[in-house]
């Protein structure tokens, strides 16, 4: 089967990717978003404590595709959204309120800048960055848009609790979640288990 060149997929040919994994769709590249099961943990932690404090309005889902445009339909790791449109996949991204990122272990630096300027153009208001990285443990970087010329500026960075009111008030308690991974990390290295 042709497929097209990296660079050159649209959101329409996305159903002739290959099946064996799960891809996000940036600036016409495939990324496959599928990670192993442990580096799974700090998203789920930083969906549960935003779903903890969410107002009934919104709601906290992981890796939902969103469509941006013809050549992108990122996944975010996170996201709260307005429900207005659940019932489509994939869900617009103006429903987005907040997007979450968490840095992945095969990271590389222009495909998450490529993400980041694809949320820019396409309006997001609130974009978190969550990296784990020792001896600090997980790192809260927020981004807002630039008041000119586009794009976002970091407007805060901890590694301690992070409390915000936006996009609703919700506190972050970033060193329980370092402590939680850490133990889960531990309890399955000690398991005989090679990550």
Not at 107 to 117: E, L, S, V
Not at 118 to 129: K, Q
Request: proline share 11%; net charge negative.
């Amino acid at each position: 089967m042709n497929r097209p060149e990296p660079g050159d997929w649209t959101v329409d040919e996305l159903v002739r990717a290959p099946n064996d994994r799960r891809y996000e769709l940036i600036d016409g590249c495939l990324v496959p978003v599928d990670h192993p099961p442990i580096f799974q943990f700090p998203m789920l932690d930083l969906g549960r404590a935003l779903e903890a404090e969410c107002p009934p309005d919104l709601v906290v889902l992981p890796r939902i595709p969103l469509r941006v445009d013809a050549r992108s339909q990122p996944c975010p790791d996170v996201v709260v959204l307005q429900p207005d449109h659940l019932d489509r996949s994939p869900v617009p991204i103006a429903d987005a309120v907040l997007v979450c990122e968490v840095v992945a272990p095969d990271w590389h630096f222009r495909d998450q800048n490529a993400k980041t300027g694809i949320y820019a153009r396409a309006g997001v208001t609130d974009y978190w960055l969550v990296d784990r990285s020792e001896p600090a443990g997980f790192t809260l970087m927020v981004f807002r848009p630039r008041a000119k010329g586009g794009g976002f500026d970091m407007v805060d960075s901890t590694h301690d609790v992070f409390s915000t009111k936006r996009p609703y008030p919700v506190t972050i308690d970033l060193p329980t979640l370092t402590e939680r991974w850490r133990k889960r990390w531990e309890r399955i290295r000690s398991a005989g288990v090679r990550c």
